[in-house]
């Protein structure tokens, strides 16, 4: 079974500068698919950014990167300019292959100070 | 399209009694998911189906839970006689193949 593991459960950041919220995971897949979502106050799931375990080059999304090291079962998500707006749970996600079920880490509440 | 809808959004109820979660899910997508959420479990997967037939139902905790999808646009998640560990916020999603998509969520609280 896979698991997902992020270490942080809160971290702060101050508005304007740059954070990275760590994240790894345990497969003995090969091919899989890796993401970050980000849940306000609202608790709506919103998706982040993803990562296809087959692509060497990790995905960016704006303000939004990922450090995604395969051997390393390890998939970091670094939140630059950070913005009031920012402020939220984010969770790393696993997913096996499309359409299959999501495995959740335990989560790491951002909050960014003014 | 309005996105993945869960109602109802709240729900107050008291132990014992039938509770029933419902979703709509986005048209057009074949897989739907129930997702619970805990401080002490995080997010957990419950059951999830594919085009309307329950696939996985492994993580449903016990036979008070129930689901169904009658057909491709809803589905419901019914708990009977429901508990106060089961306060809870209860999440839908669907897939598109790319990218799962969740509704609101519907928070439990069962007193």
């Known amino acids: 079974a896979q698991t997902v593991t992020q270490s942080q459960p809160e971290m702060s950041v101050q508005e304007a500068e740059t954070v990275t919220l760590s994240c790894t995971y345990d497969?003995?897949?090969?091919?899989?698919?890796l993401f970050w979502y980000k849940q306000p106050p609202s608790r709506q799931m919103i998706l982040v950014i993803r990562q296809e375990a087959y692509k060497q080059q990790n995905a960016t999304e704006n303000r939004f990167s990922v450090n995604f090291q395969k051997a390393a079962k390890s998939f970091s998500l670094k939140i630059s300019d950070s913005q009031l707006g920012d402020t939220a749970m984010y969770f790393c996600?696993?997913?096996?292959?499309?359409?299959?079920?999501?495995?959740f880490g335990e989560g790491t509440q951002l909050t960014v100070n003014p | 399209d309005a996105g993945v809808i869960q109602s109802p959004r709240h729900e107050v109820t008291e132990m014992g009694q039938e509770v029933t979660l419902r979703c709509k899910p986005i048209?057009?997508?074949?897989?739907l998911f129930w997702y619970r959420q805990t401080m002490m479990r995080g997010l957990e997967l419950l059951i999830y189906?594919?085009?309307?037939?329950?696939?996985?139902d492994s993580g449903m905790p016990e036979d008070r839970f129930s689901a169904k999808m009658p057909n491709a646009s809803f589905s419901t998640l019914k708990i009977q006689p429901s508990e106060p560990r089961d306060s809870a916020v209860y999440f839908c999603a669907s897939h598109s193949g790319t990218e799962a998509f969740f509704g609101q969520g519907t928070r439990l609280t069962v007193v």
């Open positions: 497969t003995s897949e090969s091919n899989y698919y």
């Open positions: 189906f594919n085009n309307n037939v329950p696939i996985d």
């Open positions: 048209s057009g997508h074949d897989y």
């Open positions: 996600a696993f997913m096996k292959h499309w359409r299959s079920r999501l495995t």
